[in-house]
């Protein structure tokens, strides 16, 4: 860059001598353009610099970029972040629309639907276990159903089964509650 500037300056000396300039209007007039030339030198530096400066944030704001959209693919329906507590009446409904399907399906069918849900193993004194299907309701406060009856249950520890099936005649036998497990 220097090499080149000299040259410029020489050469623009030589062409104000053969074209008359005096000896103060050649100093001048290279003193100007060495100015420009300085100046444009430093603009080239700062334009160089403000580039770089510009693409190093330009690949930040990517980064953070991708990382959003990341966080957004992991935020699928059935998140625990997007589900929510139904109403009494959105998990009765949710269950007689529903409630044909195996637990394992009703709870990913509630999840996808946005709706928090929890499974209860209920251990019976005849060594039996029970899967309900749970919702902590808003107005209500925590229900249980069975899953492909769709009877609600009120589960309750040293309680017959039976007992605690609510609205319909049952008959389990004499099989007593011993252990309630929940796992939301």
Request: with cysteine; net charge negative; charged share 20%.
């Amino acid at each position: 860059m220097k090499i080149t500037s000299l040259l410029l300056i020489t050469f623009l000396s030589f062409l104000m001598v053969c074209t008359g300039y005096s000896y103060y209007d050649q100093s001048q007039e290279i003193h100007r353009l060495t100015t420009v030339l300085q100046n444009t030198t430093a603009e080239v530096s700062t334009n160089a610099a403000t580039k770089q400066l510009k693409t190093e944030n330009l690949t930040e704001l990517n980064h953070q970029l991708d990382e959003s959209r990341t966080t957004i693919d992991n935020l699928t329906s059935g998140n625990e972040f997007l589900l929510h507590d139904p109403t009494g009446a959105e998990a009765t409904f949710f269950i007689e629309v529903n409630g044909y399907l195996s637990l394992n399906n009703l709870t990913a069918r509630a999840k996808s639907q946005g709706i928090r849900c929890a499974n209860l193993i209920v251990h019976l004194s005849t060594e039996r276990e029970l899967e309900l299907i749970g919702f902590n309701t808003l107005d209500r406060g925590l229900i249980y159903y069975e899953a492909v009856s769709e009877y609600e249950v009120k589960p309750v520890v040293g309680k017959i089964y039976e007992e605690c099936v609510v609205g319909h005649p049952y008959v389990y036998g004499n099989a007593t509650i011993s252990d309630l497990l929940v796992i939301w």
